[in-house]
């Protein structure tokens, strides 16, 4: 047990003294990247996926009506 008490307090003070910490003006030129990164993201995957449904949904129409 006194490992884990151990492996703890040295994990705390590597946060607290050895780790270096994003500047507040890096995180929210970060935070904008990503955010704009994902909405491309989203729209790009709302486009592919409504041209595959109107596509799929034209080929089996067209496949309902050859066997009319």
Request: aromatic letters at 14%; glycine letters at 4%.
């Given at each position: 047990m006194?490992?884990f ?25 970060s935070?904008?990247?990503v ?13 592919v996926?409504?041209?595959?449904s109107k596509?799929i949904?034209?080929i ?9």
């Amino acid at each position: 047990m006194s490992s884990f008490v151990d492996f703890l307090k040295g994990s705390y003070n590597e946060f607290r003294h050895k780790v270096e910490w994003p500047k507040w003006a890096d995180l929210q030129s970060s935070t904008i990247v990503v955010t704009v990164a994902t909405v491309i993201l989203a729209l790009f995957t709302f486009g592919v996926d409504e041209l595959f449904s109107k596509a799929i949904s034209n080929i089996i129409g067209m496949l309902i009506n050859l066997f009319n």
